[in-house]
């Protein structure tokens, strides 16, 4: 049903910065949790950052806090992803998700989300 269309990955230098954005057709997503997953070559989904529907709580993975900041537009039905300070073990696809159960608690685990985006490529040269 919600269709999640990730944006705004790019090759970017070491020390970097990118808004990564998750627009969502085909419903709100105001009152679900959101968040950001990262898949580095050969290596299984990892939970990045995320979002409570309530956008009063975020959970950040350990190697990336400090660096990034989840965000969500309500009127613009879409979730940010702001990375800042990159370095090239960044290098990844990422993922937007969403789960399809109206309020429902926020975690970190890639099988608890129903609903992702295709990824967008984040590369971070050296």
């Known amino acids: 049903q919600v269709q999640l269309v990730e944006s705004g990955g790019d090759l970017v230098p070491a020390g970097g910065s990118l808004r990564l954005a998750c627009p969502a057709s085909?419903?709100?997503?105001?009152?679900?949790?959101v968040s950001w997953f990262r898949q580095l070559p050969g290596k299984e989904r990892e939970f990045v950052a995320g979002?409570?529907?309530?956008?009063?709580?975020?959970y950040y993975a350990d190697a990336v806090k400090g660096r990034c900041t989840v965000s969500r537009d309500r009127a613009k039905n879409t979730v940010f992803l702001q990375v800042d300070r990159l370095k090239p073990e960044a290098t990844a696809l990422y993922y937007c998700?969403?789960?399809?159960?109206?309020?429902?608690?926020?975690?970190?685990?890639?099988?608890?989300?129903?609903?992702w985006g295709q990824g967008t490529q984040v590369t971070v040269s050296t």
């Open positions: 085909g419903g709100a997503i105001n009152d679900f949790p």
């Open positions: 998700a969403t789960k399809r159960t109206t309020w429902a608690t926020l975690t970190a685990g890639a099988k608890d989300y129903d609903y």
């Open positions: 979002l409570s529907w309530t956008n009063s709580t975020t």
